[in-house]
């Protein structure tokens, strides 16, 4: 099963993504992983992708799409993955659709988990991450056992600078601009599926799961 995960950013991509690959066996793919993890370890791409994603602007197509065409051939793809922030642009979408293709494959799923923008706001503030293993809690909808220590490693959890106030109000505008056009996009494929990202956690991904229907 190859699945997309559409979305405003903090609309639950991540938090959905993560379970729907532990039920279906899949891998997670997500590009905002990747690149902090990049950024992390010093690499050259982590030290491009930082100067976009501290200004809460997207990391250019051509630093963004070889890197998921390069990952999705890899060899636990073989049944299928998830992408988690990704595609973001219809340029990157038309690379995944010409990779894809090669193969003789293509998507079979794009859900848009949707929520409003006056949530979104609530979301990111309260999002803490942990950027040692990429764990993700909200101090009021999903918060960590122990105040600021992530359940799974211990590390300390953080507010991304990317989920500052003023950074996540440039993002939506970049996700209405650039993003939301991948709605019609793959509505016109025929793959569209559109949950209500607003309800409890648990209740989106029981809907997503009723979606797909395997
Ligand atoms: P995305 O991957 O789309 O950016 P996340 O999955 O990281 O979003 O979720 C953003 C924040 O909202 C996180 O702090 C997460 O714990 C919280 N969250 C996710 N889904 C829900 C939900 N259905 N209700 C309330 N909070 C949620
Ligand atoms: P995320 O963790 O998905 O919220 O992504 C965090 C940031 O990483 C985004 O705001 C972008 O700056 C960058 N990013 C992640 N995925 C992409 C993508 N597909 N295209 C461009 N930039 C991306």
Redesign the pocket.
């Known amino acids: 099963m190859k699945i997309i995960m559409l979305?405003?950013?903090?609309?639950?991509?991540?938090?959905?993504a993560k379970q729907i690959a532990a039920k279906y066996s899949i891998p997670h793919i997500s590009t905002g992983d990747i690149f902090r993890a990049n950024i992390k370890n010093g690499t050259e791409l982590g030290k491009k992708a930082k100067e976009y994603m501290d200004q809460g602007a997207l990391v250019p197509d051509e630093l963004t799409c070889d890197l998921v065409v390069d990952r999705i051939a890899q060899d636990d793809c073989k049944n299928g993955f998830i992408l988690?922030?990704f595609p973001r642009t219809i340029p990157q979408a038309e690379a995944l659709d010409v990779a894809l293709t090669k193969r003789g494959e293509s998507m079979d799923y794009a859900i848009d988990?949707d929520v409003p923008d006056q949530n979104i706001v609530d979301?990111?503030g309260?999002?803490?991450a942990c950027l040692n293993c990429g764990a993700?809690?909200?101090v009021v909808?999903?918060p960590t056992k122990v105040e600021e220590k992530c359940d799974n490693c211990g590390s300390d959890t953080v507010l991304r600078d990317d989920d500052k106030p003023e950074t996540v109000q440039k993002r939506l505008k970049v996700y209405h601009d650039q993003t939301q056009p991948l709605i019609d996009y793959y509505k016109n494929k025929n793959i569209l599926k559109t949950v209500d990202?607003?309800?409890?956690?648990d209740k989106?991904f029981t809907d997503i799961v009723a979606l797909l229907g395997e």
Request: proline residues 7%; glycine residues 24%.
């Open positions: 979305g405003a950013p903090g609309a639950g991509k991540g938090t959905q988690d922030g988990v979301r990111m309260g999002r803490r993700t809690y909200h909808f999903n990202g607003t309800q409890p956690m989106v």
